[in-house]
């Protein structure tokens, strides 16, 4: 993937009773968790996302059903289908996402490491544009 987007093979614990994955602060996840949400009972056709985050990194998983999430990264984009529990995507700040083709049982859990701040937002592709290509230039002539 980008770099900046990664896709994470959660692992399972599983015994005679079933399966169990858990996730703590480390290489797969790596920032203190400030906040986990859940996504559920999206509507058929619809799409979410369609924005980019300044600082927000996350790790996102589809406990339950699948859905296909876009990345763009400013310069390429990629698509993965998260369609296990155990297959998470890590993503990181300035990447411009969308999430697609929600399956009806999608359940889609994310784990952020900020609390909720609409001024972290990024939501028009434009001044996500802007804001990449600056910085891009700016690392090229530091
Ligand atoms: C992301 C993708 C994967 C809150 O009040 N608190 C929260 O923690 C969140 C996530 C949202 N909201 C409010 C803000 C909006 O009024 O809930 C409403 C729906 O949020 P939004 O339109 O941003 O939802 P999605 O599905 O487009 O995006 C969400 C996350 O917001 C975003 O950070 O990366 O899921």
Redesign the pocket.
């Known amino acids: 993937m980008s770099g900046t987007t990664q896709l994470v093979e959660l692992e399972v614990i599983g015994d005679h009773r079933g399966s169990l994955v858990s996730l703590e602060k480390g290489a797969k996840l790596p920032f203190d968790i400030k906040?986990v949400?859940y996504?559920f009972g999206t509507l058929p056709n619809v799409s979410?996302?369609?924005?980019a985050?300044k600082k927000?990194r996350?790790l996102?998983v589809c406990v339950s059903g699948k859905c296909r999430?876009l990345m763009d990264n400013g310069q390429s984009k990629e698509e993965v289908w998260l369609d296990s529990p155990k297959k998470g995507v890590f993503?990181n700040n300035l990447i411009w996402?969308e999430?697609h083709d929600f399956s009806e049982d999608c359940v889609?859990v994310?784990f952020?490491s900020h609390?909720?701040d609409?001024s972290d937002?990024i939501r028009n592709y434009e001044d996500f544009k802007n804001i990449v290509d600056k910085n891009s230039v700016l690392s090229r002539t530091s």
Do not use: K, N
Request: proline residues 0%.
């Open positions: 906040r949400y996504i979410r996302g369609f924005h985050h927000l996350q996102a999430m993503i996402r999430m889609l994310v952020a609390e909720y609409e937002y």
